[in-house]
């Protein structure tokens, strides 16, 4: 099944996106409280939408987060050609990437969806994007096993990690970070589906879905979802290691390769790919999740203050 959340008189509704468009789900009723289970509860109350009758178009609706509020978001890297290309062709992986899929903790309360426009960080002039795919948990659990694990994925969305570079590798300079650089805005939708719906697609690590990023009409990269180079039941595994994870927590793939700005300035530097400014237009697809067309805008004027008292 494909789940959504869209703006209905100033609210957020859910609904069931079939054939036929777009089933409401009752008034109140959000898809964070349908979760907890095995994904019973999901299932039943997309039965009971469809089975209403009513139906919106798709097309009309103002789509927000599937997971409008969600209570944690972690943001992992697992894709080898991405981190490589990033880094430039002087500067290796390191060996502790292998060890274990790095993480950060990035701002739920910026979370937007594929109606919303995507605002400048503000102060950043080298705004970029980045292409992944997030894994929602479905119920709570405490360092659990890669297989125990999948069993707690509610289901999947694109999600979108705007990126301020000139912010972030600034602040990164003091051991800390990424923060401001990653605070403003990320991009989850246009649905939320289901782990049922991927499975004919499994493959090695991951789904055999394509994901394709494009700037203003022009191609910037494609990459495999299954290029992973870890599972999304392995980074559950090492997110819950110590402590829970809740049902609506987000653990995010990290950039395929070839989905951002960054890697391809590392890889061909500058000329040729400038960065994001107001008005430009990102596309964004992976095979089964769907496509969003995200346009950028300006965002706030940084408030000042002063420097360190010495």
């Given at each position: 099944m494909k789940f959504l959340t869209f703006h209905d008189d100033g609210r957020p509704r859910a609904g069931l996106l079939g054939a036929e468009g777009v089933h409401p789900l009752p008034v109140g009723v959000q898809l964070l409280d349908l979760l907890g289970d095995d994904g019973s509860r999901l299932r039943e109350a997309?039965?009971?939408?469809?089975?209403?009758?009513e139906v919106r178009r798709y097309d009309q609706l103002r789509l927000m987060a599937p997971i409008p509020n969600p209570p944690t978001v972690r943001d992992f890297m697992t894709f080898e050609s991405h981190f490589a290309g990033a880094r430039g062709a002087h500067n290796p992986i390191p060996s502790q990437w292998y060890a274990a899929p790095a993480f950060y903790f990035t701002n739920p309360y910026a979370v937007i969806g594929a109606g919303d426009p995507v605002p400048m960080a503000p102060g950043s002039s080298l705004f970029d994007l980045e292409l992944?795919?997030?894994?929602?948990?479905?119920?709570?659990?405490?360092?659990?096993s890669p297989d125990q694990a999948e069993s707690h994925i509610a289901g999947y969305t694109i999600f979108v990690d705007w990126s301020a570079r000139d912010l972030q590798f600034a602040e990164m300079q003091v051991g800390l970070g990424p923060a401001k650089g990653k605070d403003t805005a990320t991009t989850m939708g246009p649905?939320?589906?289901?782990?049922?719906?991927?499975?004919?697609?499994?493959?090695?690590?991951?789904?055999?879905?394509?994901m394709t990023a494009s700037i203003n009409g022009k191609t910037l990269g494609s990459d495999r979802l299954s290029n992973m180079a870890w599972t999304f039941g392995d980074i559950l595994t090492y997110a819950s290691r110590g402590t829970e994870v809740r049902p609506g927590d987000v653990l995010a793939s990290g950039t395929c390769g070839g989905g951002c700005l960054a890697e391809m300035w590392g890889r061909h530097g500058f000329d040729g790919y400038p960065p994001l400014k107001p008005g430009d237009n990102v596309c964004v697809t992976v095979e089964k999740l769907g496509s969003m067309t995200l346009s950028i805008v300006e965002g706030a004027v940084p408030v000042a203050f002063p420097a360190a008292r010495r």
């Open positions: 997309g039965e009971r939408a469809a089975a209403t009758g992944e795919v997030a894994a929602i948990v479905g119920r709570a659990g405490r360092d659990l649905v939320l589906v289901t782990p049922d719906e991927l499975a004919p697609f499994r493959c090695g690590t991951s789904f055999a879905l394509e």
